[in-house]
């Protein structure tokens, strides 16, 4: 705004100077030509009236020179007789010859300017002659001629131009003053308004620009500028509606090949474990009936020593058959028995069933099942396996966390919005998943317990149990204050 009001003044400034500059030029030659017109005008009544006495009377020529302040004077009498005084200036005689001789044969009146002199802007004429037949009572007497010099005209002027020029310079303040004033009542403070509504202009609604309505180019300007920021919204809003499809886009892209990568994970521990579990299999079986032979033989019977041998062995060897079903279950599933169930209904019978379980003994169980549908299709043997996985796991998460004496777990069950999907969520406020183990916990062999109590396929397995059921299996943890598993499975009804 600073910028543009000195620009506007010293521009203006500038305009005005040459504005008041170029209308005192033409005034003054104006004025100039003015006053030497009628100096001649003058000049010519009192030549006219002593050039006449002077050929009534001749010798009154004599006081002419010393009556006016003429350069020169000369009479041309019709006689020819020829009477001149003065001073012949810049030898101009010829001159006044052929003028009164002109204007004696025309009896016209003959002016004509000779010399140089310094005038207000420039250089001027510094003579004028003036020539013109003399009569009386129409009887042509004869001609005359007079030099009149002009430079007490211009002197005057030049005088003067000291108290012109001050009074110009007033005006040209005022005017300027008064110019600047309208210019920044009309363009200016407009202006400012504008940029300190565009400053405090933030993101949505119109932006209003007050103006005089007389002056409606501001409004034209206002409706501009909103349309502007209207389109340039709709622009906006279109850039971040894109931008969150391609955030969803890059997401599902993300999930996506996470679920490729584990399910091409789960399709190689099948293809290794459908050869390997028939090549462990049958071992085991032989192993196990050879052991079962040895506790059958009389000698072994009284031998406490050997039956805990084979006892142990046994236990030992029925956890490796365990581990080599749990292999089976990814390359050859197990016949599914599918129905239609009450979700809540198996989650009551495996709370009830896990809240007498050891590992429970510090675990407080809450249920909060608010979903008002709760009916689903699938394999209830199957989706018991994942609970009490889920549950398990739970109670050993809360068994190494900081205060194992006041677990927790919460089922809570709700309907997803706008879907007919039932959500439940197994929340518990044990140790949680450290952020570098979260992305691992669905891959199989995959565990942070300690040797012996894991094996690593539990989630792994009800991760794909519930994919098959049609559902999704998520987790969310923070280490120190617990972990949510959240499962949706589609609803048999739709809600």
Not at 444 to 460: A, H, I, Q, V
Request: with cysteine; aromatic share 8%.
């Amino acid at each position: 705004m600073r910028s543009l009001r000195l620009k506007i003044s010293v521009n203006l400034a500038l305009l005005l100077f040459i504005t008041i500059l170029a209308t005192h030029i033409v005034i003054v030659g104006v004025m100039g030509n003015e006053f030497v017109h009628e100096k001649i005008n003058r000049e010519h009544r009192i030549f006219s009236d002593a050039a006449h006495e002077f050929f009534l009377q001749p010798v009154f020529g004599i006081d002419i020179m010393g009556i006016h302040d003429w350069a020169y004077a000369c009479f041309l009498a019709k006689a020819g007789d020829r009477h001149c005084y003065g001073d012949n200036p810049e030898g101009m005689w010829n001159d006044i010859e052929d003028m009164m001789a002109a204007s004696l044969d025309s009896g016209k009146l003959q002016i004509q300017y000779r010399g140089e002199t310094w005038g207000v802007f420039g250089k001027q004429n510094k003579y004028v002659i003036i020539s013109d037949v003399i009569t009386d009572d129409s009887q042509i007497l004869g001609a005359g001629a007079v030099v009149v010099m002009l430079d007490d005209i211009y002197h005057v002027l030049r005088k003067s131009q000291k108290f012109v020029m001050m009074y110009l310079f007033i005006n040209m303040v005022v005017l300027f003053l008064f110019a600047l004033y309208r210019f920044s009542s009309l363009i200016l403070r407009p202006i400012h308004k504008m940029v300190k509504m565009t400053e405090g202009y933030r993101d949505t609604g119109r932006l209003f620009i007050p103006a005089e309505k007389r002056h409606p180019e501001f409004f034209q300007l206002s409706d501009a500028l909103n349309r502007m920021i209207q389109h340039i919204e709709a622009d906006k809003n279109k850039l971040m509606n894109s931008l969150v499809l391609l955030k969803k886009a890059n997401a599902d892209l993300k999930k996506a090949q996470a679920d490729m990568i584990r399910a091409e994970k789960l399709a190689s521990i099948g293809r290794l474990s459908a050869g390997l579990s028939h090549e462990i299999g049958n071992p085991i079986g032989i192993v196990l009936g050879y052991l079962g032979l040895l506790k059958q033989r009389p000698l072994g019977r009284t031998d406490d020593v050997a039956q805990d041998y084979i006892e142990r062995s046994e236990s030992e060897i029925n956890r490796i058959n365990s581990i080599v079903r749990q292999l089976l279950d990814f390359s050859r599933p197990a016949a599914a028995n599918i129905i239609a169930f009450k979700l809540h209904d198996l989650l009551e019978d495996v709370v009830a069933m896990m809240s007498y379980q050891p590992l429970m003994k510090n675990i407080r169980i809450q249920c909060d099942f608010s979903a008002e549908f709760d009916g689903i299709v699938g394999d209830p043997q199957q989706i018991r396996q994942v609970l009490l996985n889920l549950m398990i796991n739970a109670a050993d998460a809360i068994a190494v966390s900081s205060q194992p004496h006041t677990g927790e777990i919460l089922l809570i069950t709700d309907i997803m919005p706008g879907t007919p999907y039932i959500r439940l969520m197994v929340a518990d406020n044990g140790a949680g998943i450290d952020l570098e183990n979260i992305d691992n916990i669905f891959d199989p062999f995959y565990t942070t317990k300690e040797p012996g109590k894991g094996t690593g396929l539990g989630l792994s397995v009800s991760y794909m149990i519930i994919e098959q059921a049609g559902g999704t299996l998520n987790v969310e943890s923070e280490p120190g204050k617990g972990t949510i598993m959240t499962i949706t499975l589609p609803l048999s009804e739709r809600p």
